[in-house]
């Protein structure tokens, strides 16, 4: 008994030496907040008042029956549809023309597509609303292009493709640099030899590189789904949500509804909905992952 | 057929340069602007600045505050990620070294958890800590940052430290070394190239972060320097040379620290990625 007690007692401090930091920071910043965020999703509180109430599944009623968090839902829907479709096509074109080829000045090439993705968000959307708001709209006036003389930032029908543009141009060296690497993966032989039985070069790109290149695909088109429906910060600098709410994705409804509508129980509630949602989209791509490894 | 692909070629290249200009073109925009007033700037954001002034860069430097969000951007940050590198490797030492159910419980959990986004917690996270009058602090900002970055690096280090052989250890145990000791001595030396790939992933991360500095450190001394940008842009938002010049300072740090990484750099992107 006393053995082991002592026992118990060394494998604790050899814990607590090893582990003890990380598993206190891991409990009270991960764990807790989020055990008592789904408490907070059955309550009224304000984030005032110290008292409040009990109100069982009343929150989800109101998320299930607020139109502008379904709004803002489909239009994030939206925004990511488009966004995965373009990043990953044109990071892939990227990757692929500066794969393999002689390209003069390789390295430069693929280090300035990158280099968008070593700034923050905030950064990116102040220098792109100067673009927008000043630049474009300059360029529009000069030379008479209609669709550029007013800025895309006031109007509603193209305030949604700022955000666009500027994720695809944000994203697309970045998914550039998985794809190279899963490029430089593919056995040289087997092109040559596709070559040399007279395969020509979209017959191999089609035949060869593309099926390969599934795993990647999986890899950077999640990747760009899950960052989608966690956008915040370019949303907020680069057009703040506006003009009339047209641009508000769904990471800012939630903030807004809980720091500045002060309704922490209903805000609460609906950042558990984006959890379920992210959670499920990454149990996918897990899915889809042992999949194929099972079959390769 | 030479000349076809000569043609080829250089079409590719003209595609390639071209849409690499279109890529830098805001970075060339702001930095050329920079040096310009508001008035040559309305006339033509294109123009090159009639004189190479820094009155501009010096203005803005001291209305941001620069120096003091830079020092407080720098000290979260090298204080975070030194945290997440140190105590995350030794959590993944213990978990991979050691079969007790306990240790398999936890890191089951910290995996699980990189399914939860920031969104999910800030509220609750705000609520607690805001309760205990924690905020507006930066070491509780980088206990939270330590409690956001453990769980990747927990994962990433134990799969590398998986594929160490045991023998090294039993080797240095049997020369007296202590736990403790073997681990610093010869296991953390071998984790190199691990950490600094998760070094560069968690720099490139807390530097640039804003949600989270900006629901936990209020006041304006104590802001970091995306926060600070974006306040700044919020007051000077129509005096565009001193907002372009606030903005090549912010990105300036950044571009000089991936010149002197960049290899680095672009390899520990992708590890991250792919094992993420």
């Known amino acids: ?296 | 057929m030479k000349a076809l692909r000569r043609a080829l070629s250089f079409l590719r290249h003209l595609l390639l340069y071209g849409l690499f200009a279109v890529y830098l073109s805001p970075f060339f925009l702001v930095l050329i602007n920079s040096f310009k007033s508001r008035r040559e700037i309305l006339s033509n954001p294109f123009g090159l600045p009639p004189a190479w002034s820094l009155q501009n860069f010096t203005t803005a430097f001291q209305r941001m505050g620069f120096v003091p969000a830079f020092m407080n951007s720098l000290v979260i940050t090298v204080c975070s990620v030194i945290g997440i590198a140190v105590f995350s490797a030794m959590t993944a030492y213990l978990f991979v070294r050691t079969d007790w159910r306990f240790n398999k419980l936890m890191f089951f959990a910290m995996v699980a958890s990189m399914l939860i986004p920031f969104q999910a917690i800030m509220i609750p996270l705000v609520r607690i800590y805001g309760g205990l009058n924690l905020l507006n602090n930066r070491w509780i900002l980088i206990y939270m940052y330590l409690g956001f970055g453990s769980s990747f690096a927990v994962f990433l280090y134990h799969g590398f430290i998986k594929s160490i052989p045991k023998e090294l250890e039993e080797a240095a145990m049997i020369d007296g070394c202590s736990r403790l000791q073997v681990f610093f001595l010869v296991v953390f030396p071998l984790l190199k190239s691990t950490t600094l790939s998760l070094i560069i992933l968690n720099v490139l991360w807390i530097w640039n972060d804003f949600l989270l500095p900006s629901l936990v450190l209020i006041s304006a001394n104590n802001r970091t320097l995306p926060l600070t940008t974006f306040y700044f842009h919020g007051t000077y938002t129509s005096d565009y040379g001193l907002l372009m010049a606030a903005l090549m300072l912010t990105i300036l740090p950044v571009i000089i620290f991936y010149t002197g990484l960049q290899k680095h750099i672009i390899r520990g992107v992708m590890e991250g990625a792919i094992k993420a």
Do not use: C
């Open chain 1, 1 to 296: 008994m006393q053995a082991a007690e002592k026992r118990f007692v060394e494998k604790l401090k050899t814990y607590l030496l090893f582990a003890g930091p990380t598993t206190l920071v891991f409990i009270t910043v991960i764990i807790l907040p989020f055990l008592f965020g789904i408490y907070l999703t059955f309550t009224n509180w304000d984030g005032i008042s110290k008292a409040y109430t009990f109100v069982s599944f009343s929150n989800y009623k109101t998320v299930f029956q607020d139109a502008a968090f379904w709004t803002s839902f489909l239009r994030t829907v939206k925004y990511v549809f488009y966004t995965v479709i373009l990043v990953n096509s044109l990071g892939f074109a990227l990757a692929y023309a500066l794969t393999g080829n002689r390209v003069w000045g390789q390295n430069l090439l693929r280090t300035g597509f990158f280099v968008p993705n070593l700034i923050g968000g905030i950064i990116l959307g102040l220098v792109w609303r100067f673009i927008f708001s000043n630049v474009l709209v300059y360029l529009g006036r000069t030379f008479n292009i209609g669709f550029l003389s007013y800025s895309w930032l006031a109007n509603p029908h193209k305030a949604l493709w700022t955000l666009v543009i500027v994720s695809v141009w944000q994203y697309s060296g970045y998914m550039m640099i998985i794809f190279i690497a899963g490029l430089s993966n593919i056995p040289r032989e087997l092109l040559e030899a596709a070559t040399i039985d007279g395969a020509t070069g979209f017959q191999r790109l089609r035949t060869i590189v593309l099926p390969l290149m599934v795993p990647a695909f999986i890899v950077t088109v999640f990747l760009t789904i899950q960052r989608g429906f966690m956008v915040y910060d370019v949303n907020l600098a680069l057009t703040d949500g506006g003009p009339f709410k047209t641009t508000q994705l769904i990471s800012m409804h939630v903030y807004e509804k809980a720091f500045l509508a002060q309704q922490y129980g209903v805000g609460q509630s609906q950042a558990f909905f984006l959890f379920l949602l992210v959670a499920a989209i990454s149990l996918t791509q897990v899915y889809f992952t042992k999949k194929l490894e099972v079959e390769v």
